[in-house]
């Protein structure tokens, strides 16, 4: 926001500098992103086989906790699912374990319905930052339709992601349609993180009546911290009993855009902006499954990866410039 306040005049703004102060740990953080160890432990291990059913039908062969780690190295190291069943029984081999290694349909048809482990959420009211980006399912790229002259319409979803502003953890994930637009997401958002909420920001898209009113319905009290936009006026109770909006609007006419970003810690929402980057660079910018329920599995599995990195280490910056 404040690189698009000044647009005419960016040339003239210094780029920031950073040193980091924890480089030992969080350059032993990077290397353990790519250990297999991390990825494949001693818990998968010993819960790799299902646990025997006692109603009627077929006995599953692969425990949940096994499809979600097979399904977990595929993101990490974007592989095919055969790919990936290749890799577990490598893997096994090496170990010496005698384990049945589950097939690449298993896989898929297993990830329509597995159950993945939501981010656990602690005691203290956090404060969620939200964006959205897209998507891009599987199909022929701009080069093929450049090439041939493809008449398939690149299809596209939409990921809205929810970041704690304090640990900087993914704190939900939704999958929704590409015409799904980002006020009608955050009520599964909002009911997808969990916990208590302190306050909701977003962009200038969640300027809306209805956005307010689900964190309201979620969260009472929670601050939505929501830049109104240009053409935004006071309501009709901005004098007896003025929203939240009412005062943003306030303090914007009094301190300007620049000051409002400031005092009300819009300015955070650049964490959110972040983890769409890591997203896009770590896991990549499209969706390997073809239902819906599968896409929604490989999201979930991504943001765990994701949180598990920041778990094996972070950088500590110290502003020089």
């Known amino acids: 926001m404040p690189f698009k306040a000044n647009a005419d005049r960016r040339h003239r703004i210094p780029k920031q500098r950073q040193r980091v102060t924890n480089w030992a740990e969080y350059d032993a953080g990077l ?50 699912l055969r790919q990936t069943e290749g890799l577990i029984g490598s893997i096994l081999q090496l170990l010496g374990l005698d384990l049945a290694v589950p097939d690449h349909s298993t896989l898929s048809r297993r990830a329509e319905t597995l159950e993945v482990l939501r981010p656990k959420t602690g005691s203290e009211p956090v404060h969620l930052l939200v964006d959205s980006t897209g998507l891009r399912l599987c199909g022929p790229g701009g080069w093929l ?11 596209w979803k939409m990921l809205h992601l929810a970041t704690d502003a304090d640990t900087g953890e993914i704190a939900a994930s939704v999958l929704a349609g590409r015409d799904a637009d980002d006020g009608s997401q955050v009520g599964p958002l909002l009911e997808r993180a969990g916990g208590s909420v302190a306050s909701f920001t977003g962009d200038g898209a969640y300027d809306r009546e209805d956005v307010y009113a689900a964190v309201a319905a979620h969260h009472p009290g929670a601050a939505v ?11 009709g109770a901005a004098q007896s ?11 914007i006419a009094e301190r300007g855009r620049m000051g409002w970003q400031s005092t009300s810690g819009y300015n955070w929402r650049a964490l959110v902006e972040a983890d769409v980057s890591r997203w896009k660079r770590v896991i990549g910018d499209g969706l390997r499954s073809q239902t819906d329920g599968r896409q929604a599995t490989e999201v979930a599995i991504a943001a765990r990866v994701l949180n598990h990195m920041l778990e094996l280490g972070r950088p500590e910056y110290v502003r020089t410039a």
């Open 31 to 80: 290397r353990a992103r790519g250990s297999l160890t991390v990825w494949f432990t001693a818990e998968a291990i010993e819960g790799w086989q299902a646990e025997a059913r006692s109603g009627r039908g077929d006995q599953a062969k692969y425990s949940d906790l096994a499809i979600a780690t097979a399904l977990t190295l595929r993101a990490v190291f974007r592989l095919a």
């Open 145 to 155: 339709e450049e090439k041939h002259g493809s008449k398939r319409r690149r299809a």
């Open 225 to 235: 911290v929501v830049p109104p936009r240009a053409s935004a006026v006071p309501s």
């Open 241 to 251: 009993a003025p929203t939240q909006r009412d005062a943003h609007l306030r303090c």
